[in-house]
Protein backbone atom coordinates (compact mmCIF):
# COMPACT_ATOMS: atom_id res chain seq x y z
CA UNK A 1 0.00 0.00 0.00
CA UNK A 2 1.61 3.41 -0.85
CA UNK A 3 0.35 7.09 -1.00
CA UNK A 4 2.60 9.46 -2.41
CA UNK A 5 2.16 12.90 -3.00
CA UNK A 6 3.03 15.73 -6.23
CA UNK A 7 2.77 19.41 -7.20
CA UNK A 8 4.01 21.09 -3.99
CA UNK A 9 6.63 23.65 -4.68
CA UNK A 10 6.75 27.40 -4.01
CA UNK A 11 3.26 29.22 -5.14
CA UNK A 12 2.22 33.32 -4.66
CA UNK A 13 -0.46 34.94 -2.57
CA UNK A 14 -3.34 35.09 -4.32
CA UNK A 15 -2.43 32.20 -6.88
CA UNK A 16 -3.30 28.39 -7.29
CA UNK A 17 -1.79 25.46 -6.92
CA UNK A 18 -2.76 21.88 -7.40
CA UNK A 19 -1.75 19.02 -5.16
CA UNK A 20 -2.42 15.03 -6.17
CA UNK A 21 -1.76 11.98 -4.68
CA UNK A 22 -1.59 8.57 -6.20
CA UNK A 23 -2.20 5.31 -4.44
CA UNK A 24 -1.86 2.18 -4.98
CA UNK A 25 -1.92 -1.32 -3.14
CA UNK A 26 -5.83 -1.27 -2.88
CA UNK A 27 -8.91 -1.05 -3.98
CA UNK A 28 -10.22 2.76 -4.13
CA UNK A 29 -13.85 1.62 -2.68
CA UNK A 30 -14.66 2.59 0.32
CA UNK A 31 -12.44 4.66 1.20
CA UNK A 32 -11.90 7.73 3.16
CA UNK A 33 -9.62 10.16 1.49
CA UNK A 34 -8.16 13.15 3.31
CA UNK A 35 -5.67 15.98 2.95
CA UNK A 36 -3.52 17.14 6.27
CA UNK A 37 -1.08 19.80 6.65
CA UNK A 38 1.57 20.66 9.44
CA UNK A 39 3.91 23.26 10.17
CA UNK A 40 6.73 23.15 12.50
CA UNK A 41 6.02 23.07 16.42
CA UNK A 42 2.33 23.69 14.93
CA UNK A 43 -0.53 20.55 15.15
CA UNK A 44 -1.49 18.85 11.95
CA UNK A 45 -4.20 20.50 10.78
CA UNK A 46 -7.05 18.53 8.78
CA UNK A 47 -7.56 20.51 5.27
CA UNK A 48 -10.13 18.48 3.33
CA UNK A 49 -11.38 14.70 3.38
CA UNK A 50 -14.01 12.98 1.44
CA UNK A 51 -16.29 10.21 2.84
CA UNK A 52 -17.05 6.96 1.10
CA UNK A 53 -20.20 6.50 2.67
CA UNK A 54 -21.95 10.03 0.74
CA UNK A 55 -19.25 11.58 -0.61
CA UNK A 56 -19.84 13.99 1.39
CA UNK A 57 -16.61 16.66 1.34
CA UNK A 58 -15.66 18.64 4.47
CA UNK A 59 -12.92 21.52 4.83
CA UNK A 60 -11.02 23.23 7.49
CA UNK A 61 -12.51 26.60 8.33
CA UNK A 62 -9.15 28.03 7.23
CA UNK A 63 -9.48 26.81 3.67
CA UNK A 64 -13.24 26.56 3.35
CA UNK A 65 -14.40 28.35 -0.24
CA UNK A 66 -10.47 28.64 -1.46
CA UNK A 67 -9.61 24.86 -1.97
CA UNK A 68 -11.37 21.93 -3.46
CA UNK A 69 -10.73 18.29 -2.66
CA UNK A 70 -11.84 15.90 -5.48
CA UNK A 71 -11.05 12.38 -6.51
CA UNK A 72 -10.39 10.15 -9.50
CA UNK A 73 -11.29 6.32 -8.74
CA UNK A 74 -10.49 5.17 -12.46
CA UNK A 75 -6.84 6.35 -11.53
CA UNK A 76 -6.98 5.46 -8.15
CA UNK A 77 -5.75 9.49 -7.46
CA UNK A 78 -7.23 12.27 -5.85
CA UNK A 79 -6.47 15.90 -5.82
CA UNK A 80 -6.37 19.03 -3.57
CA UNK A 81 -6.93 22.22 -5.42
CA UNK A 82 -5.76 25.26 -3.97
CA UNK A 83 -6.79 28.88 -5.03
CA UNK A 84 -6.33 32.03 -3.46
CA UNK A 85 -3.12 30.93 -2.25
CA UNK A 86 -1.69 32.64 1.51
CA UNK A 87 1.27 32.62 3.11
CA UNK A 88 -0.43 31.03 6.35
CA UNK A 89 -0.95 28.18 3.60
CA UNK A 90 2.42 27.09 3.93
CA UNK A 91 3.27 24.00 5.31
CA UNK A 92 4.06 20.15 4.71
CA UNK A 93 0.81 18.85 2.87
CA UNK A 94 -0.03 14.87 3.75
CA UNK A 95 -2.83 12.79 1.28
CA UNK A 96 -3.97 9.95 4.05
CA UNK A 97 -6.92 7.22 3.19
CA UNK A 98 -8.36 4.88 5.53
CA UNK A 99 -10.54 1.73 3.97
CA UNK A 100 -14.30 0.85 5.43
CA UNK A 101 -14.09 3.52 8.41
CA UNK A 102 -15.34 5.90 9.63
CA UNK A 103 -13.13 8.63 9.53
CA UNK A 104 -14.42 12.05 7.07
CA UNK A 105 -17.86 11.89 8.29
CA UNK A 106 -16.76 12.66 11.76
CA UNK A 107 -14.91 15.54 10.75
CA UNK A 108 -11.94 16.88 9.29
CA UNK A 109 -9.30 17.08 11.67
CA UNK A 110 -9.80 13.21 13.08
CA UNK A 111 -5.88 12.38 11.31
CA UNK A 112 -5.73 9.42 14.13
CA UNK A 113 -7.97 7.91 12.09
CA UNK A 114 -6.22 7.02 9.04
CA UNK A 115 -4.16 4.37 8.68
CA UNK A 116 -1.88 4.78 5.69
CA UNK A 117 -0.08 7.82 4.84
CA UNK A 118 2.23 9.79 1.97
CA UNK A 119 5.60 11.27 2.71
CA UNK A 120 4.45 14.40 2.00
CA UNK A 121 5.02 17.83 -0.39
CA UNK A 122 5.81 20.39 0.38
CA UNK A 123 4.00 24.02 0.35
CA UNK A 124 5.41 27.33 -0.01
CA UNK A 125 3.58 30.76 -0.59
CA UNK A 126 5.78 33.96 -1.02
CA UNK A 127 4.17 37.25 0.30
Known amino acids: VQLVESGGGLGQTGGSMKLSCTTS????????IAWFRQVPAKDREGVAC????????NYGDSVRGRFIMSSDKEKKMFYLQMNSLKPDDKGKYYC?????????????????????WGQGTQVTVSS
Open 50 to 57: ISHMDGRR
Open 96 to 116: AAVKSRVACELGVDFGNEYYY
Open 25 to 32: GFSFDDLD
